[in-house]
């Protein structure tokens, strides 16, 4: 399995974002994908989840109402725009697969795009 994540970057606080992230070696139209983040000292967390239906989406509390995640099963590509950007919101960001039930990611990682918010 390959993640590569990409569209992270410095912005000022209120700005907008759209990461992305291409699969490849599983099979992306069938698997649930998340985005995670991890800011330096503190653990990786999930900040918002879909379907392979694109039925179903999940968001972390502290991102619901500002992010939209959404998915391109013909490209293999999750994306995850951000808007109303905070400094809290700095991390790096990750997607991976992850299970239906609990948003768990599965054991897959990429490298990561490093977004960072200034105030």
């Known amino acids: 399995v390959q993640l590569v994540e990409s569209g992270g970057r410095l912005v000022q606080a209120g700005a907008s974002l759209r990461l992305s992230c291409v699969a490849s070696?599983?099979?992306?139209?069938?698997?649930?994908m998340g985005w995670f983040r991890q800011a330096p000292g503190k653990e990786r967390d999930v900040v918002a989840a879909?379907?392979?239906?694109?039925?179903?989406?999940f968001y972390a509390r502290s991102v619901k109402g500002r992010f939209t995640i959404s998915r391109d099963n013909a490209k293999n590509t999750v994306y995850l725009q951000m808007n109303s950007l905070k400094p809290e919101d700095t991390a790096v960001y990750y997607c991976?697969?992850?299970?239906?039930?609990?948003?768990?990611?599965?054991?897959?990682w990429g490298q990561g795009t490093q977004v960072t918010v200034s105030s």
């Open positions: 991976a697969p992850v299970r239906d039930s609990d948003h768990a990611p599965t054991g897959s």
């Open positions: 070696g599983l099979p992306f139209g069938s698997r649930a």
């Open positions: 879909i379907s392979w239906s694109v039925v179903d989406t």
